[in-house]
């Protein structure tokens, strides 16, 4: 294959990565280098292994401070009709003030350090401390509460954005300049552990 044609190829593969489609490693292999797939690879592989530790150990917090209150709440919802209007209202109140805690900690979170609202399925502010249900959920969580549509790490790339790096590299190498089609790209083509280091939020309305 020319460069011309593979050039060709590569912008076919783009846009059908971002339009939400999947490209095949057989497709890969055909445009890029065998370099260029192991780096593929590599990236892939740090990517992953870097999803292991990401998560700040303020969220874990968090999440402890919410399981206790969510597991006294539970202890209420299945004992309550059994026990004493004295220690039914007792083991409410403690419930309610274990979640208060844990929101409270998560709105502290939140106005110290503004990058911890994209770990949130919700804005703290606009929870209610009343029931788990309508506590905040660390987006990562399994909780059938997470109201979020990706419950990934933020600023994480998927695999589909990192196959869209690697072409569009491979074809600033093979045709560096008249790229600008490709410049709403950008926001993808950015190298993600970067970002995480350094999250650039002013874009962003919480």
Known sequence: MNNEKRCARIAVLMSRLESGKDVS???LARVLTPEQMRALDDAWKAEK???KSSKPPELKKYERLLR???LLYGKYEATH???SSYESTRL???AERELEKALEFALELVQINSSFRVWFDRDPKDADSGAPAGMPRVVTSKSHDNQSTCKGIPFASSKR???L???YEALEKLQPVGLEAFAESKSV???SRSWREKPDLSGWKF
């Open 189 to 191: 083509l950015r190298d």
């Open 165 to 167: 790096v690697a072409l």
């Open 81 to 83: 009709h059994k026990l």
């Open 68 to 70: 206790a209150g969510v």
């Open 25 to 27: 490693r057989s497709s």
């Open 161 to 163: 954005e990192l196959k």
């Open 49 to 51: 292994g870097s999803r």
């Open 92 to 94: 409410i109140g403690l």
